[in-house]
Nanobody, 123 residues
């Protein structure tokens, strides 16, 4: 099984940058998809960006051209570089990963979530 630990949130002025990191640990066989979601107060959780093990990426329209997702497969770590931040980017950001692991001689895949990290962008 796996565990996700996030870091890198904080308070930044509009136009500034932040970099989020999320490291997966545990008895991991493989991680196909890693991604970042966010949830602002009173809103549903939404996908920000995702990346598969081969490097393909997907972004929400609202962050295209400003955010970049990347991953280090050797470290089971995913990053989110956020530039040109706007007040509407303020939210709790959650890391997500589809983790494949051995259990009872069989490969299993479960969805894991990080604890969330607060990103606040002031105007």
């Amino acid at each position: 099984q796996g565990q996700l630990v996030e870091s890198g949130g904080g308070l930044v002025q509009a136009g500034g940058s932040l970099r989020l990191s999320c490291a997966a640990s545990g008895s991991i066989f493989a991680i196909r998809t890693m991604g970042w979601y966010r949830q602002a107060p009173g809103k549903q959780r939404e996908l920000v960006a995702a990346i598969i093990s081969g490097g393909g990426t997907n972004y929400a329209d609202s962050v295209k051209g400003r955010f970049t997702i990347s991953r280090d497969n050797a470290k089971n770590t995913v990053y989110l570089q956020m530039n040109s931040l706007k007040p509407e980017d303020t939210a709790v950001y959650y890391c997500n990963a589809a983790v494949t692991y051995w259990r009872g001689g069989v490969l299993n895949t479960d969805d894991y979530w990080g604890q969330g990290t607060q990103v606040t962008v002031s105007s």
